[in-house]
């Protein structure tokens, strides 16, 4: 989606500019590491451009989070600071406010739904935050945050629509800047839209000519309807692995700034998102979480031109579940003709399995499972099924074996 916005639009209905994130700089020097921005060879030679990752998933809780949360925390009066912070996150931002409200000796409440996985929970707890489990889902918790807060006297932190948390989220800019200067496009994640908020007024004050480009997960893309109606909406529920990123409405705050400095939003389905983690985990040696591999997404499916272009790309994030993970990585590796699982039909007698997996070797796959039916299926008398996985090495290996099977006599399904 091609935005059309002009850099001389009204500036006073924004609500940060270039030096609020210059301040939230000097503020955060000393306390939130300068993430690397190495070229990848790999990925240029995939995407043909040339591709620069911000590796923001190695900040010390796991994502950019922490930069707008620690931003915020500075700007606490002595009063606010002795009573204490409230957020309501199942996630990085509850983390981000967790460790960095700790180690400045300020309270910190953490409202997470009551499904939020227990690592999560315990990640929160160990970082110094009280948790409180509250609610079905991200909704029901921030409103008990909101009760906690005007009970308790606290200050909400909010995830992403708050001035002081994109001003931490765009120092972001200001270092790729200086790890990029021939940087001609930059890639990154929306959810709220606080990070390109704070990035993009970064980037275009400093250096118009950059264009910023924002990518959305295609079953949450509420910035994207936000920018189509003319501000923000609601959207229907959804879930995603991009959890970091799964925003139903754009932020009142943010929408300015994204209609103002964005110049495209593309979105990415969730097998791209899957492959993107994969191909970052597999070859560039980095673990991202969904969120974190959006950006990445958009490039390897080509959603937008930027073909030979020095471009930024923001791995925002790498806290992800590690059974979702190991989910993630066997369906890359079903997509990428790594991995296959085949029903096949054979005569019920001695010697016959071992006939099949003879066959099977000599087309050099490695059998990693196997699972007998004998009485489901509607398999006849005399007769048998049989459930094999294997690994491969590519496509052309199993067009190969299943050419052989066919060929053998042998009827068999490929399992999806």
Do not use: W
């Not at 707008?68 to 957020?87: K, P, Q, Y």
């Not at 992403?160 to 994109?166: H, Q, R």
């Not at 970052?280 to 499916?301: D, M, S, Y």
């Not at 790309?313 to 369906?331: F, P, S």
């Amino acid at each position: 989606m091609k935005m059309s916005t002009s850099l001389e639009a009204n500036r006073t209905e924004l609500a940060i500019g270039l030096q609020d994130i210059q301040a939230a700089r000097t503020r955060l020097d000393g306390h939130i590491y300068y993430s690397p921005c190495p070229r990848s060879e790999i990925l240029s030679e995939l995407t043909g451009q040339t591709v620069y990752l911000k590796l923001e998933n190695l900040q010390m809780t796991g994502s950019f989070k922490e930069r707008g949360a620690l931003n915020r925390l500075t700007l606490l009066t002595g009063d606010e600071a002795a009573r204490g912070v409230i957020a309501a996150s199942a996630g990085n931002h509850a983390q981000g406010v967790a460790y960095h409200s700790t180690a400045r000796g300020i309270r910190s409440i953490i409202v997470m739904p009551v499904a939020t996985p227990l690592v999560k929970v315990a990640a929160t707890q160990r970082f110094g935050a009280e948790v409180v489990l509250f609610g079905a889902n991200y909704d029901e918790a921030y409103a008990e945050a909101i009760r906690l807060r005007d009970e308790q006297g606290l200050t909400l932190i909010h995830a992403f629509d708050d001035p002081a948390v994109m001003a931490g989220q765009g120092t972001i800019g200001l270092e790729m800047l200086e790890q990029i200067p021939q940087m001609e496009a930059i890639v990154i994640p929306i959810g709220g839209g606080g990070l390109i908020g704070g990035i993009a007024c970064a980037i275009k004050e400093m250096r118009p000519d950059i264009r910023v480009i924002g990518v959305q997960t295609a079953r949450l893309p509420s910035m994207e309807a936000a920018i189509r109606h003319g501000g923000p909406i609601t959207t229907h529920p959804a879930t995603t692995i991009a959890d970091g990123i799964a925003v139903r409405r754009a932020g009142a705050v943010t929408y300015p700034m994204v209609a103002r400095y964005v110049d495209e939003i593309v979105t990415v389905e969730e097998d791209e998102i899957a492959a993107a983690i994969l191909v970052l985990l597999e070859r560039e040696k980095t673990l991202a979480e969904g969120a974190g591999a959006t950006a990445l997404a958009a490039l390897l499916q080509q959603k937008t031109t930027l073909k030979g272009a020095h471009t930024g790309v923001l791995v925002c994030g790498g806290n992800i579940d590690v059974t979702l993970l190991a989910r993630i990585i066997e369906r890359g590796l079903v997509q990428d003709g790594r991995l296959i699982r085949l029903r096949i039909h054979l005569l019920d007698k001695p010697g016959a399995l071992a006939e099949l997996t003879k066959l099977i070797a000599s087309h050099r796959a490695n059998i990693v499972d196997t699972m007998y039916n004998r009485a489901y299926y509607g398999v006849n008398l005399g007769d048998t099924t049989i459930d094999i996985t294997m690994e491969t090495r590519g496509r052309q290996q199993i067009d190969d074996l299943l050419a052989a099977l066919a060929a053998e006599g042998y009827k068999h399904t490929r399992i999806q």
